[in-house]
C-alpha cells in the first residue's frame, strides 16, 4: 500500500528555514508527479509546489524563489527546502502523490514566529 511519512517540521523564526523531507513507499516513485501542499488554521489546502519525475517544477506565487522542491529517485524521498520563512507560511505540510486524488501523508506543522 502507498505510505507518504513526512519529517522535518518544526519553530522557526522568521527569515529562517526548513527542510522537509517525505519519504515514499507502496508505487513506482520515479515516474509519479509529488507535490506539497499546506494547510493553514481556518484556511483552504492549497499546493505549494510539485515535481514530476522529470523533474520539472512548478511552485504557487507566494514562494516562488523562497522554496524549492526536489525529488532523490534511488531513495524514494523528495524534499522541501524552505527559506526567508514568513509567519504566513505557518501551516501543516502535506506530502502528495498523484494529485489531489491521490495518496496524502499525515503532514507535519511548520511554524513560523518570533
Known amino acids: 500500500q502507498v505510505q507518504l511519512v513526512e519529517s522535518g517540521g518544526g519553530l522557526v523564526q522568521p527569515g529562517g528555514s526548513l527542510r522537509l523531507s517525505c519519504a515514499a513507499s507502496?508505487?513506482?516513485?520515479?515516474?509519479?508527479?509529488m507535490a506539497w501542499y499546506r494547510q493553514a488554521p481556518g484556511k483552504q489546502r492549497e499546493l505549494v509546489a510539485l515535481?514530476?519525475?522529470?523533474?520539472?517544477?512548478n511552485y504557487a506565487g507566494s514562494v516562488k524563489g523562497r522554496f524549492t522542491i526536489s525529488r532523490d529517485n534511488d531513495k524514494n524521498v523528495v524534499y522541501l527546502q524552505m527559506n526567508s520563512l514568513k509567519p504566513e507560511d505557518t501551516a501543516v505540510y502535506y506530502c502528495?502523490?498523484?494529485?489531489?486524488?491521490?495518496?496524502w501523508g499525515q503532514g507535519t506543522q511548520v511554524t513560523v514566529s518570533s
Open positions: 502528495n502523490a498523484g494529485g489531489a486524488g491521490g495518496a
Open positions: 507502496g508505487f513506482i516513485f520515479s515516474i509519479s508527479v
Open positions: 515535481i514530476t519525475g522529470g523533474g520539472n517544477t
